[in-house]
């Protein structure tokens, strides 16, 4: 079954400071996988995906993150965060063979001044 | 635990028939999104409740309405049914820091 980690409810981080948002998968065969961000009161915003290609991935607002196939894993990070950055982030998998998204619970970034 | 349920897990209708579909949120979140995912396409945000008033809106069609009860069930109810709507539609809750998904209704219209 498909599944995904976010084993961070929060991450703190200060302004200027580099970022990582962790997050852990289990698939079965290639995955593709999707960050998303969530602004209070809002609904998500695509920020990136890995289909194929190259494991370190760039997206918007500077944020990027790496496929590691032998960690299961695809960390978003970001080199210097911002406060405006402050969000709850979402991590998803799907399958080669299904156009479902399974979404992981998501974690709270907070960038303080 | 409980999760977020939606209902029906699959739906076929017609065009130019109406569709409902239903989202019982994880007890005590006080936040549902609705999201429609189209093949190959990421979820579009669609509407947002908290504590039964509309919150947000993004690209719902005149065609949807949704509205949250006083259980805090929510519903989202489709009109004038198109070969378009065809998709994946999510239903979250939140509570924060975090937010639940559900498994999703699958809306086939033919």
């Known amino acids: 079954a498909q599944s995904v980690a976010q084993p961070e409810d929060q991450v703190n981080v200060a302004e200027g400071n580099p970022l990582t948002v962790k997050c852990t998968y289990s698939?079965?065969?290639?995955?593709?996988l999707f960050w998303y961000v969530q602004y209070p009161n809002r609904g998500l915003q695509f920020l990136l995906k890995?289909?194929?290609?190259?494991?370190l991935v760039k997206g918007s607002y500077g944020f990027e993150a790496e496929f590691n196939k032998s960690q299961t894993s695809f960390h978003l990070k970001k080199p210097s965060a911002l406060v405006s950055d402050s969000a709850l982030y979402f991590c998803?998998?799907?399958?080669?063979?299904?156009?479902?998204?399974?979404f992981g619970t998501g974690t709270r970034l907070q960038v303080f001044p | 635990a409980a999760g977020v349920i939606q209902s029906p897990r699959h739906l076929i209708k017609e065009k130019r028939e109406t569709a409902t579909l239903k989202c019982y949120p994880i007890?005590?979140?006080?936040?549902v999104y609705w999201y429609q995912q189209g093949p190959g396409q990421d979820p579009q945000f669609l509407i947002s409740?908290?504590?039964?008033?509309?919150?947000d809106k993004g690209s719902i069609p005149d065609r949807f309405s949704a509205q949250q009860f006083s259980d805090y069930h929510s519903e989202l109810n489709m009109s004038s049914l198109e070969l378009g709507d065809s998709a994946l539609y999510f239903c979250?809750?939140?509570?924060?820091?975090?937010?639940?998904f559900g498994q999703g209704t699958r809306l086939t219209v033919v």
């Open positions: 698939v079965s065969g290639n995955p593709y």
């Open positions: 409740f908290y504590e039964k008033m509309q919150s």
């Open positions: 890995y289909i194929t290609g190259d494991n």
């Open positions: 979250a809750s939140s509570y924060p820091p975090q937010a639940f």
């Open positions: 998803a998998v799907r399958a080669y063979n299904t156009d479902k998204l399974i």
């Open positions: 007890p005590r979140h006080d936040t």
